[in-house]
T-cell receptor, first 116, second 112 residues
Framework: AQSVTQLDSQVPVFEEAPVELRCNYSSSVSVYLFWYVQYPNQGLQLLLKYLSGSTLVKGINGFEAEFNKSQTSFHLRKPSVHISDTAEYFCAVSEGNSGGYQKVTFGTGTKLQVIP | DTGVSQDPRHKITKRGQNVTFRCDPISEHNRLYWYRQTLGQGPEFLTYFQNEAQLEKSRLLSDRFSAERPKGSFSTLEIQRTEQGDSAMYLC??????????FGDGTRLSIL
């Protein structure tokens, strides 16, 4: 069975400072990895995804993530955060089979609070 | 692309009542998913449709829950005899085949 661990439930950071949100996963097969962002009272918006190829993935809003197979990690980074980045971020994993249904398992989320 | 639409956005009901939520996926998406999200948690998978066929259901989906997607377009999620523990955000998502899922803004259910 696959699982996702987001160790940090809350991350405060000053505006324009860099940030890293940590994500570790567990799976017995190859995986697809995702980061989603959720603003208050809204659904989840896809930030970026890793399916295959380059381990450094760039997403929207200046975010990027690096897939590290040996450490089973997929940490999210941004070099300079903005107030508007304040939101909850979810890491998610699905099995990397082709076609068919892919169950997506989400982490418990990390609340990013950007301090002015 | 008008996005995934969910209705209503908020539902308040008394314990024991039945409720029904609607989800309209992105029009060309053949896959539709329902999730439940409680406070402080990530979304938990409930069920999945490919076109009109319900192909997988979570153990979380007790016999009080039923979901349909009659014509392979919109879907409904019904909860019968609601309980306090059903209070949550119910999220719908859709995808085109194995592509990443696009989420709606959810229906927040509050049980009095």
């Amino acid at each position: 069975a696959q699982s996702v661990t987001q160790l940090d439930s809350q991350v405060p950071v000053f505006e324009e400072a860099p940030v890293e949100l940590r994500c570790n996963y567990s799976s017995s097969v190859s995986v697809y990895l995702f980061w989603y962002v959720q603003y208050p009272n809204q659904g989840l918006q896809l930030l970026l995804k890793y399916l295959s190829g380059s381990t450094l993935v760039k997403g929207i809003n200046g975010f990027e993530a690096e897939f590290n197979k040996s450490q089973t990690s997929f940490h999210l980074r941004k070099p300079s955060v903005h107030i508007s980045d304040t939101a909850e971020y979810f890491c998610a994993v699905s099995e990397g089979n082709s076609g068919g249904y892919q169950k997506v398992t989400f982490g418990t989320g990390t609340k990013l609070q950007v301090i002015p | 692309d008008t996005g995934v639409s969910q209705d209503p956005r908020h539902k308040i009901t008394k314990r024991g009542q039945n409720v029904t939520f609607r989800c309209d996926p992105i029009s060309e998406h053949n896959r539709l998913y329902w999730y439940r999200q409680t406070l402080g948690q990530g979304p938990e998978f409930l069920t999945y449709f490919q076109n009109e066929a319900q192909l997988e259901k979570s153990r979380l989906l007790s016999d009080r829950f039923s979901a349909e997607r009659p014509k392979g377009s919109f879907s409904t999620l019904e909860i019968q005899r609601t309980e306090q523990g059903d209070s949550a955000m119910y999220l719908c998502a859709s995808s085109a085949d194995s592509n990443p899922q696009h989420f709606g803004d959810g229906t927040r259910l509050s049980i009095l």
